[in-house]
């Protein structure tokens, strides 16, 4: 049985850390910085997550918890890799939702947005939905999540007010 000794700051044991990410992930004290598709974070405030992914990059707490003798807390953050979606797609959205409050008296909405890597552009994705003044329940569109030149990017929602 391999045994470990503690992890210092700024620093791990890469061959626990090869055990449990491979060659996907690692694990830092009170640091997320990495290349990799993922890292833990452990900080004063709790444990940490970032991901990398084709949209982005994310971090968010994982678990709470107090590690007194740490100095940094973890923050939240979001890094796009895509391009901004364009400002008239989204004034054409809030229209749409604008719209269905009119038409089905304060109804809520959903639109998805998807980007297509080989036109290097956004695509809108009105699924069918089952809408009330307080919920919004879609169908997925499988043929969409299935295609790998495709992106699920961003579920908006309206609300009824």
């Given at each position: 049985?391999?045994?470990?000794?503690?992890?210092?700051?700024?620093?791990?044991?890469?061959?626990?850390?090869?055990?449990?990410?491979?060659?996907r992930?690692?694990?830092?004290?009170?640091?997320?910085?990495?290349?990799?598709?993922?890292?833990?974070?452990?900080?004063?405030?709790?444990?940490?997550?970032?991901?990398?992914?084709?949209?982005?990059?994310?971090?968010?707490l994982?678990?709470?918890?107090?590690?007194?003798?740490?100095?940094?807390?973890?923050?939240?953050?979001?890094?796009?890799?895509?391009?901004?979606?364009?400002?008239?797609?989204?004034?054409?959205?809030?229209?749409?939702?604008?719209?269905?409050?009119?038409?089905?008296?304060?109804?809520?909405?959903?639109?998805?947005?998807?980007?297509?890597?080989?036109?290097?552009?956004?695509?809108?994705?009105?699924?069918?939905?089952?809408?009330?003044?307080?919920?919004?329940?879609?169908?997925?569109?499988v043929?969409?999540?299935?295609?790998?030149?495709?992106?699920?990017?961003?579920?908006?929602?309206?609300?009824?007010?």
């Open positions: 049985m391999a045994t470990y000794t503690a992890v210092k700051k700024g620093n791990y044991d890469e061959g626990l850390a090869d055990l449990l990410f491979g060659a992930g690692e694990c830092k004290m009170e640091d997320l910085e990495s290349d990799k598709d993922f890292c833990v974070g452990i900080f004063k405030d709790g444990i940490w997550e970032s991901r990398r992914n084709d949209i982005g990059v994310f971090s968010y994982k678990q709470e918890c107090d590690i007194p003798y740490l100095d940094t807390k973890g923050e939240h953050f979001f890094e796009m890799s895509l391009p901004s979606v364009p400002y008239g797609m989204a004034l054409g959205i809030v229209e749409f939702f604008k719209k269905i409050m009119q038409i089905h008296s304060g109804a809520e909405a959903m639109v998805q947005i998807w980007w297509n890597k080989s036109e290097e552009k956004y695509q809108l994705y009105v699924p069918i939905q089952r809408v009330s003044g307080a919920s919004v329940k879609f169908d997925h569109s043929e969409l999540q299935n295609d790998p030149n495709m992106i699920w990017a961003v579920d908006i929602h309206s609300h009824n007010s």
